[in-house]
């Protein structure tokens, strides 16, 4: 839906606040025209159930209001003497539509000065309940969000199992473009496992103000561009969009391009404006490598057979986790395993006694993978060598030809096209490009674009595979780790004690702020419950 749309949308809603209860304001002293009149009417209405005046502003917030429009609902009726469970139940199974029933039918005597306290143990549970999911939604939506870190793509800064608070307003809270879901979850209802959300209608994208811009090598939290695993295939792209913006899978990756870079990727390493890149100390870039040994560094069960779960040896003094066997030598009698680890981790290796040789396997310039972006063979990328590319900035313009179109089509087409409500289609004709029907060579960004990828370069599913990531898909930025657990462990060794309430960025080793935290809890609640005891004692 486009903002006229929205806008036509809300004056109905008006209309129908209107028809349905007129006469409830004019009971209570008010002009029944006021219950027309937008925003005024919320504002006259808070007056009316006795309820503060900053109700109305949670009545615009989205996601919330589809709790507090219910909760006003009852407060209305019970506002005019409407106690009964049985009215409750009935204004919200008609969703609010019961109104109109009291609102022609019943005489109506406003209540003032109503007691607002729940008339039951169960009417406080339920106040409480809603009281904090409306408290935690805001924080979720626009303040601080938990994420968990599913994959290895960001090692060695985050590992498995690091449980982060992502910040929203870094860079500018964006507001929920779903307009109808549930609170909390993401776009699966848990243990259920249906759809939590409505597709339709959706909400106009709009982001606050940040205090920050997205920095090169800053870690990012977004919305995964082309949705699901299958979308990326080369020819599934276009049209491959399944979910609202705001509900695709949520994924995290370090931001090594900005608006206006030129990217290329020389040997895995990443060459911005043609220069290679610095990053943080914390980053560390790691490479898939051939491992000859001639025990194995793999556990191995009472059968003989290999795992690839690393041996406690290797996983306890190198930390290397992304490791597997791939098979045994039958003239030598040698192993061999691919592991993802670092150039230094790798040289270390390579003293050890029981290990033969340590081979970083790369691909070779101008060796065509299908799989990689922009999928054509006038773009002979692989995951090593890749590009240049010229990253989008929102108002540049560049030439569209048939070689740049795959770079741009899906840009132009789905993020800037279906995704924004402005349905835009590019046809071939004879060899020209027509965009809409009209001919097109040059095409001028409506948005800033970022390439995201993985520190563990030959692991990770990144801007690599499926392109440019819009600035309407970004979430936030990690900024604390408040919880790590580790897979390979088991009881209290699975909590990485060092990792607990640390900070994601920064420089050298992270420090854990574990203990002034456990000092500042002591604080708190022996000052609450000093506190306590002196209202108590007075």
């Keep these: 839906m486009t903002v006229t749309?929205?806008?036509?949308?809300?004056?109905?809603?008006?209309?129908?606040?209107?028809?349905?209860?007129?006469?409830?304001?004019?009971?209570?002293?008010?002009?029944?025209?006021?219950?027309?009149?937008?925003?005024?009417?919320?504002?006259v209405?808070?007056?009316?159930?006795n309820r503060s005046k900053w109700w109305v502003l949670l009545l615009f917030v989205p996601i919330v209001n589809l709790i507090m429009v219910p909760v006003i609902w009852v407060e209305t009726l019970r506002s005019f003497g409407f106690y009964q469970r049985k009215h409750t139940i009935a204004v919200v199974a008609t969703l609010g539509f019961y109104l109109y029933y009291i609102n022609y039918t019943e005489a109506l005597t406003h209540i003032p000065d109503r007691s607002l306290n729940p008339r039951s143990s169960t009417g406080e549970w339920i106040s409480s309940i809603l009281f904090a999911v409306v408290a935690a939604t805001l924080v979720h939506t626009y303040v601080m969000q938990p994420f968990t870190i599913p994959s290895s793509s960001l090692e060695k800064t985050l590992l498995v199992g690091d449980f982060l608070f992502v910040s929203k307003f870094h860079y500018g809270?964006?507001?929920?473009?779903?307009?109808?879901?549930?609170?909390?979850?993401?776009?699966?209802?848990?243990?259920?496992?249906s759809k939590s959300y409505f597709s339709f209608p959706q909400l106009p994208y709009f982001r606050l103000p940040g205090f920050q811009d997205i920095a090169r090598n800053d870690i990012v939290v977004f919305n995964w561009p082309v949705d699901t695993l299958v979308d990326i295939r080369p020819g599934y792209m276009k049209g491959s969009v399944q979910k609202p913006i705001d509900k695709k899978s949520n994924y995290v990756k370090r931001c090594v391009a900005v608006p206006g870079d030129s990217l290329e990727v020389r040997n895995g390493y990443v060459y911005i404006n043609g220069e290679q890149t610095d990053l943080p100390d914390r980053a560390k870039i790691q490479f898939v490598y051939e491992?000859?040994?001639?025990?194995?560094?793999?556990?191995v069960d009472r059968s003989g057979r290999a795992s690839n779960i690393p041996s406690p040896k290797l996983y306890?003094?190198?930390?290397?986790?992304?490791?597997?066997?791939?098979?045994r030598d039958q003239n030598t009698g040698l192993l061999s395993h691919r592991a993802h680890m670092s150039e230094a981790i790798a040289a270390q290796l390579k003293e050890l006694p029981?290990?033969?040789?340590?081979?970083?396997?790369?691909?070779?310039?101008?060796?065509?993978?299908?799989?990689?972006?922009?999928?054509?063979?006038?773009?002979p990328n692989n995951t090593d060598y890749f590009g240049p590319v010229y990253v989008p900035k929102a108002g540049s313009t560049v030439a569209i030809t048939l070689k740049t179109l795959p770079l741009y089509q899906r840009i132009i087409e789905v993020y800037e096209g279906s995704e924004l409500g402005t349905p835009q289609d590019i046809t071939l004709v004879d060899n020209s490009i027509y965009l809409n029907g009209l001919p097109m060579d040059t095409y001028t960004f409506k948005m800033d674009y970022y390439w995201l990828m993985g520190d563990n370069r030959d692991n990770s599913q990144d801007a690599r595979s499926w392109g440019f990531v819009p600035s309407n898909h970004v979430i936030g930025k990690p900024v604390f780790i408040w919880l790590s657990l580790d897979a390979h462990k088991k009881g209290f060794d699975k909590i990485r004690w060092e990792r607990m309430f640390t900070t994601v960025g920064g420089s050298g080793e992270p420090k854990s702020y574990l203990n002034y935290f456990l000092v500042f809890l002591a604080l708190f609640f022996g000052y609450d419950t000093y506190r306590k005891r002196k209202r108590k004692n007075s």
């Design 291 to 299: 491992i000859v040994s001639k025990k194995p560094l793999v556990m």
């Design 173 to 193: 809270a964006r507001t929920p473009m779903t307009s109808i879901a549930l609170p909390m979850v993401h776009d699966t209802i848990p243990v259920v496992g």
């Design 354 to 379: 029981d290990i033969i040789s340590v081979t970083k396997l790369k691909k070779n310039p101008g060796v065509y993978d299908r799989t990689v972006f922009p999928y054509s063979v006038d773009y």
């Design 45 to 49: 209405l808070m007056q009316i159930i």
């Design 316 to 327: 306890d003094r190198y930390k290397i986790s992304d490791i597997g066997f791939a098979g």
């Design 5 to 43: 749309h929205w806008l036509l949308f809300l004056l109905l809603l008006q209309f129908v606040h209107f028809l349905g209860t007129w006469k409830f304001y004019k009971a209570a002293g008010h002009a029944p025209v006021t219950a027309l009149i937008p925003i005024y009417n919320a504002w």
